[in-house]
């Protein structure tokens, strides 16, 4: 007996995706970034899916880029975030990843341990979270050198892409442009999902999607069908119980929702056990019977409430979509103060992955 809560994942929505982000970002090329397992969509089932599409990878850490390899994939892969072990260096020159090097322990191992592998250099350009100062950079180079270590590319990260508003992305960006212009033919990548949405944003060589491979609006107060992406995630749920409200019953914990008139409710079979935000407030909407309800009452861990009232024919086992293709998850993540990414990644094990179109056997209402 399978509990009826899954994460469908639909592949061809994540390669349609990939494909806006390469239009956008054309004539520089893009990586698919497939980092936190893909995006809480499952690393390996993401990379396949975009095999055919682009020739290049980037994950957070070497784990993520090893389980690639496990499973076959030949491609290039980039560390974002390089390695946390010296002796990591060697398995990274065998499996040909090339490394972020974006701290100076990490260029005292490359200088003392034999893994050569190739480097990327992380230059910060203002987010000061990690990298060289620029004003650092012809330093770093040449101790690298002087290691006998490839520098095949530079990147930087933005902090405010997302917001149009925001001068720093033309700040960031022309101090890059000046640290690396004088670094030789190498690979230059700054752009994140939002920078493939700002106008007149230089590209570079290469382009870093996440979150809209996976349909999350990476732009602020914009969803992502607003932008052509299309929901590479639905998850989705059954209703498990109906019950009448009478005006001053109150619904779950806390008793923080009270009906004010008779109402309709209706149980359905998620919580925040599988990544549901518990924070999620009331009239956050969920999707069944092809309308809208609002949620009531506080996010339990293998449940929630929401109000029937405006769902003609609401019954036990009606499929309830939580987020996907009729709600985005923007919207769900707008509602509990959070973003897309967060809500993605935070889709716990307990819920199963099951690619559109791929049959499981869940429960109907009548077995419930
Ligand atoms: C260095 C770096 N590049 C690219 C990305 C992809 O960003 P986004 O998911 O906003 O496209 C990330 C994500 O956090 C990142 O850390």
Known sequence: MSRPTIA???????????????????????????????????????????????DQYAVACLEEAVALREAGLTQPVLLMQGVHEAADLRVCEAERFTVVVHDPHQLEWLETVSGRPDIWLKINSGMNRLGFAPADLEKVRKRL?????????????????????????????????QATGGLGNITRSVANSAAHFRDGQAMFDRTRPGIMLYGGSPMLGRYGPELGLKAAMTLESRLIAIRQLSPGDAVGYGETWRATRSTLMGMVCIGYGDGYPRHAPNGTPVWLRGTRAPLIGRVSMDMLAIDLGDVPGAAVGDTVELWGEHIPVDEVADCA??????????VTRRVPRVEAGESMRLNTGSDL
């Open 8 to 54: 469908r994942i639909h592949l061809d929505n994540l390669r349609h995706n990939y494909r806006l982000a390469r239009r956008r970002a054309a004539p520089a090329r893009t990586i698919a970034v497939v980092k936190a397992d893909g995006y809480g969509h499952g690393i390996e089932r993401v990379a396949f899916a975009l095999s055919e599409e682009t």
């Open 145 to 177: 050198v002087r290691a006998g270590v490839r520098v095949t590319g530079a990147m930087t990260h933005f902090a405010c892409a997302d917001d149009e508003q925001s001068q720093s992305t033309a700040r960031q960006t022309r101090i890059f442009d």
């Open 337 to 346: 103060g959070t973003i897309s990414y967060e809500l993605l990644t935070g």
